[in-house]
Structures are given as structure tokens and as C-alpha cells.
């Protein structure tokens, strides 16, 4: 496992940020971290990355403990917090090669890496500007070569396209994307469709617990859930004639032909509706299973 966190418990005074959290996370794997503001995301990934310790339970990252060996966690996590705290007066590639040799890079090393990490995230035409001088965009860019430089094997990035225009967003996607399979990341982002975009797996957190644990491809299919049928026919119906068909719970209305079919089980269930219309001499012009989106999960998952 690339990330190991196992009861991990923060409360700041009377307030419980993170709550028995536990979770682990598979080497190679992009997995998007939700929740609504003040659910606890932003302290998990400072916990992981050895800002904040934290009251109860233990994680590991790479195999090393946070707590008793912080500086091998650090020197495999690259991270970009929330606020990407920049020095406004360096320039960019000054301050890439800063931080570089704060990992102990130097000499040869430190400027191949400098110059693929500018080509990375096409800070090419920004590199001899002041990092203060840059826009929201740029200033991300910059923040997140700063994580990459010591080629770390855990990316951790917190609201890492914050400011980015909409052809900006293809790019760092892209980046993101391309970093699956070498390198663990864990990506925070009020911005679900990016979540969506370029995550294999998702977890929600919601008053400092964990929710939801899911890979992206079975969000909104979890079994134990009422299941939603879209129908269509070439005959308009009354509700109370599908109410009827065995196994439906309810129905809604699309419109006089295409309807939302409800029921607790998904085994059978397209048959059943299908034999239902032949014996009832009505042509149905289809029918399939309708699936939640994330943001309906985030929504079911989180709202109170």
C-alpha cells in the first residue's frame, strides 16, 4: 500500500475535524478526496504530509510511519497545500531550483529537473518572472512543479486547479492523468467533473467521517439502494397500470410515454417489465438502468 491510515482521529478544542478515519490506497492510484468546506480534507492531507500530527491513530505512506519517521515521509510526498505558499520576490525558476535543493538536489540533477518541471507545466514563457507577478493560474502551475521536482512517489494536491481557465484545466488534467500508474495521488477538488475527469476512485468525507469509498465507475450502483429504470413506450399510460407490475415501488412521470421506474432489486427486473408490457399488449421501446452522478452521491452522501 502507498497510503495507510487507520483511525486517524484530529479534533481541534470541541471541534472533532477527522473522526476514525480509515483508508488505504494502492500504489499508482489517482483518487479524488471530496466533501463539503470544514468536513476535515484539508487536515487529513496535512496530517499525511507531517504539518499537523494527529490525536488518534496512525498512518503510513510508503511504509513509513508519520509520526516516528516524518522526514522519510517527507522525502517521498510532494504536496500542494490549499494556500501554495510562494516567495513573491523569486523568480520561478529560482525559486523551482530552491526547492529542488531543499530535496537535496544539486549540481546536474537539480537543473534537468528544473527544466523538465518548467516543460511539465508550461511555465515556459513564465520561468524568468516573479512569482508574485503571476496570475492565480500560473501561481498553481509553479506550485505544483514544486511538488514534482524530487520525484516523489506520493502526490498529494489540495484544490490544485483553483484559478485555471477552462484550456488551462485540459492541460493539468492531462498532467494529472498521465502521473497514474507511477505515482499514488490524492487530489481534493470542490470541482467534480475534474474529480470525475481524471480519478479511478473516490472518497467523500463529511463531519470529520468517512462517507463514501467507491470507485468512480460503481458511483451511484451501490447495491442495498432503490434502483432507478428509465422506460419508454410507444403508448401513453396511467401511473397506477406500472404501479402494478411485481417488485416496482414507485413510479414518476417523464412524460406521457417515458417514465422513472423505482425498485429494490435489479436481478430480473428489465425482464420483468418487458413481460409485463407483452401481456398487457403495449410496445416498450426500451429500457435501462439509470445510474447516479457524482454529484448526486456528493449530495445523498453529504447534505443533512
Known sequence: MSIQVQSITKSYGS??????????????EIVGFLGPNGAGKSTMMKILTGFIPADQGQALVSG???????????????????????????YVKEFLRFVGRMHGLS??????????MIEMTGLGREQHKRTGALSKGYKQRVGLAAALIHEPEVVILDEPTS??????????????????????VLLSSH?????????QRVLILDQGRLVEDAPIQSIGKSTGQAILW?????????????????????????DGRRWHIVTQTEKGMAMTISRWAMEQGLTLNGIQKETKSLEEVFREKTGH
Open 15 to 28: 471541534q472533532k475535524a477527522l473522526d476514525q478515519v480509515s483508508f488505504s490506497i494502492q500504489h499508482g
Open 64 to 90: 513509513f510511519n508519520i509520526q516516528s519517521q516524518p522526514l522519510e515521509v517527507k522525502r517521498r510526498v510532494g504536496y500542494l497545500p490549499e494556500s501554495n505558499p510562494l516567495y513573491p520576490d523569486m
Open 107 to 116: 549540481g546536474e540533477t537539480l537543473s534537468k529537473r528544473t527544466s523538465q
Open 163 to 184: 484559478g485555471f481557465d477552462p484550456n488551462q484545466l485540459v492541460e493539468i488534467r492531462n498532467l494529472i492523468r498521465n502521473l497514474a500508474g507511477k505515482k499514488t
Open 191 to 199: 470541482i467534480l467533473q475534474e474529480v470525475q475527469a481524471v480519478c
Open 230 to 254: 428509465l422506460a419508454e413506450f410507444e403508448e401513453e399510460l396511467a401511473a397506477t397500470m406500472l404501479s402494478n407490475i411485481p417488485g416496482v415501488d414507485r413510479v414518476k412521470a417523464l
